[in-house]
């Protein structure tokens, strides 16, 4: 359920209010792969019995929630108020956020040949990996279970900011403001409260040139994770600083540019991600940077040229390692995992007149950087490239258009930007789609 309302009760006062009710009931299958042997290997190594094996785990999880949201908006235009004008936002939001899972594992594991692409049992016997239940010889029956684990969250946050953009004159504006957040986790008897700022300084040289530099701080709640004792983990917190340009040379098109540094602290770190889920418990650890340059281009060209380019830099560090045990899985002074050093994509289309109508033709080409596994920044994926192409044809409101996606069909690996251990990024390894043909119809009213 979703609503939405706005109102201008004066001429210097607008309000908006909008409320969302999502309620959801799901139920998610999946297979992970396991660890054939003793050493993490996940897929078996030549010569031995498991020889271009992968041991695979059945998994199901049965979960229902709802999550309802208020957001109230106030906006008041003050004119040369105090000697500046003013635009003061003052809004509130409040979330109630409440899940539960149940989960089910296979009864026993699959291995699967990646060379043949058959299934069997660890013993050798086949297996038709399409049954709901597979019954080899007398007895062996593969099956889901419950693992007697369940997960539960129930909370609410409420936040309240309040901004202010003032503009000195026709080149000056500063905008300065916070946001209050209280958060309150109703089953682990925990709440919390937080205070941010942001502020900025925005130098307009002319209408199509500009430059600001800014600073904020960002919170995130713990989100339900406790530690081994039981009780909730601390929340995440972040500062930020950017400075940058934004240029329009015409009318159509926006260049951008940016340096920043992102610090986050206090990270939440799954420590036992092999164990089900109702026993799994989280600790923080240390702290991360990340700094770089973004580049873009948005826009037409020509009135028949449109492009959308971008350009990232981004040099990820741990600043603050791990302690105890957690040293060896968060060093300090390694790259966050999954995040590429250098990553490029450019987008466009040019149109030419044809017949009655218009025929485009373009696509778009991917560079990503080779990027680390895990925190332990012992393994990388290679760095990748993918190009797709397009075409359409378009007259008096019909269109038809063809995408082909990974045009070369590139075999490419991914890994996930997350706090990860080298055991567990192995059994999280995101791949390329292969070469996909995409047709489409649309009709504009």
Same mark, same amino acid.
């Given at each position: ?110 291995? !699967?040949?990646? $060379?043949?692409? =058959?299934?069997? /049992?660890?013993?050798?016997?086949? #297996?038709?990996? &399409?049954?709901?239940? *597979? ?75 500009? !430059?600001?530099? $800014?600073?904020? =701080?960002?919170? /995130?709640?713990?989100?339900?994770? #406790?530690?081994? &004792?039981?009780?909730? *983990? ?212």
């Amino acid at each position: 359920v979703y609503f939405f309302a706005d109102r201008e009760m004066t001429a210097f006062w607008s309000l908006e209010f909008d409320f969302n009710y999502t309620e959801n009931d799901k139920t998610n299958v999946d297979s992970s792969p396991r660890f054939i042997q003793a050493d993490f290997t996940v897929v078996g190594a030549p010569g031995t019995a498991e020889e271009s094996q992968v041991s695979i785990e059945p998994r199901k999880t049965e979960g229902k929630g709802e999550t309802s949201r208020y957001n109230l908006k106030n906006t008041f235009l003050f004119g040369d108020a105090f000697g500046f004008d003013h635009q003061i936002v003052l809004s509130a939001s409040y979330e109630d956020f409440s899940t539960e899972s149940t989960s089910f594992r296979g009864d026993r594991r699959v291995h !699967f040949d990646i $060379s043949t692409g =058959e299934y069997f /049992t660890p013993d050798m016997r086949p #297996v038709n990996p &399409n049954d709901q239940e *597979i019954v080899i010889g007398d007895n062996i029956i593969f099956g889901l279970r419950d693992n007697g684990s369940a997960t539960r969250e129930d909370f609410d946050e409420t936040g309240v900011n309040l901004l202010d953009f003032i503009t000195f004159n026709e080149h000056w504006a500063w905008l300065i403001g916070g946001r209050y957040s209280k958060y309150q986790d109703k089953l682990n008897d925990f709440d919390d409260d937080d205070i941010s700022y942001r502020t900025g300084v925005v130098y307009t040289h002319h209408d199509d040139l500009s !430059f600001y530099v $800014s600073y904020s =701080e960002g919170y /995130t709640n713990s989100a339900g994770r #406790v530690q081994e &004792n039981g009780d909730s *983990i601390d929340p995440e917190t972040s500062t930020a600083w950017e400075l940058g340009s934004k240029w329009q040379p015409n009318d159509e098109l926006l260049l951008t540019a940016t340096v920043y540094r992102i610090q986050k602290q206090d990270l939440g770190f799954l420590v036992n991600p092999e164990a089900p889920p109702g026993e799994r418990f989280y600790t923080n650890v240390g702290e991360v940077q990340s700094q770089g340059l973004e580049l873009e281009a948005v826009g037409f060209i020509t009135p028949q040229w449109r492009i959308q380019a971008g350009y990232s830099y981004v040099d990820s560090e741990v600043k603050e390692g791990g302690v105890g045990e957690f040293n060896a899985t968060f060093p300090e002074g390694n790259a966050f995992p999954g995040v590429p050093e250098n990553s490029f994509n450019v987008f466009t289309f040019y149109e030419f007149d044809l017949g009655q109508g218009v025929l485009g033709l373009g696509g778009g080409l991917y560079y990503v950087d080779e990027v680390f596994l895990s925190l332990e920044n012992r393994g990388k994926y290679d760095d990748w490239y993918q190009l797709d192409l397009g075409a359409y044809y378009k007259q008096d409101g019909w269109k038809i258009q063809l995408n082909v996606d990974n045009t070369t069909d590139e075999d490419y690996r991914l890994a996930q930007a997350a706090i990860d251990t080298d055991s567990f990024a192995a059994t999280r390894v995101g791949t390329s789609v292969p070469r996909r043909y995409i047709l489409s119809f649309a009709y504009e009213i």
